[in-house]
């Protein structure tokens, strides 16, 4: 399934897609705030999208008219996160290229993906967590409406091999009816 917005199309990963991952995610500035070490060669990338960007709701980021992937953004169902295992409640993760920052490009995204995972998956309840340090991707959840829920000290990253401070916010389906009403 393909989802659009103004700018942007968010579509399933494909093998075609590994060298603008490659470009993206091997800059150390971009996987490693969010947790995983920045790409080490093509080989890796291809890798990456047969393996884990594989999910039912994992989404490349694609800019309008191109179709080029420029970043990843995902609705983690219960089996694949940890911050819950409702039914109903999932997670939302994303990343982006370096040169498309500061764009709006990520709260566009990430507001049809809120869209698909209430209106169309009927989830009640999207989490979303960040990292100290990760001041965008805080403040992209603000924009979206997330509110705060807890802060975890010496939380894992096992694909760093180091601990972290994480904050972890969410949103319900009713918060989000309202912030679109409020718009």
């Known amino acids: 399934m393909n989802l659009e917005t103004k700018r942007l199309i968010l579509r399933p990963w494909k093998d075609s897609d590994?060298?603008?991952?490659?470009?993206?995610?091997?800059?150390?500035?971009?996987?490693?705030?969010?947790?995983?070490?920045?790409?080490?060669?093509?080989?890796?990338?291809?890798?990456?999208?047969?393996?884990?960007?594989?999910?039912?709701?994992?989404?490349?980021?694609?800019?309008?008219?191109?179709?080029?992937?420029?970043?990843?953004?995902?609705?983690?169902?219960?089996?694949?996160t940890y911050l819950t295992e409702r039914?109903?409640?999932?997670?939302?993760?994303?990343?982006?290229?370096?040169?498309?920052?500061?764009?709006?490009?990520m709260p566009e995204a990430a507001t049809e993906l809120l869209r698909h995972g209430f209106e169309d998956l009927g989830m009640s309840k999207i989490w979303c967590g960040y990292y100290d340090g990760n001041d965008k991707s805080k403040r992209v959840q603000e924009k979206l409406g997330f509110k705060y829920e807890w802060t975890t000290e010496n939380e894992d990253v096992p694909l760093l091999n180091e601990t972290r401070t994480e904050h972890v916010n969410s949103i319900t389906k009713e918060e989000w009816l309202e912030k679109m009403q409020n718009r």
């Open 18 to 80: 590994v060298e603008s991952l490659y470009k993206y995610a091997s800059n150390p500035d971009v996987g490693p705030i969010a947790g995983w070490p920045a790409h080490k060669s093509i080989e890796e990338s291809r890798d990456i999208i047969k393996n884990v960007l594989n999910g039912r709701e994992c989404y490349a980021i694609c800019m309008k008219p191109d179709n080029e992937a420029i970043g990843c953004i995902e609705l983690k169902l219960n089996s694949s």
């Open 87 to 105: 039914d109903g409640e999932c997670e939302l993760g994303y990343w982006l290229g370096k040169p498309f920052w500061g764009n709006g490009f």
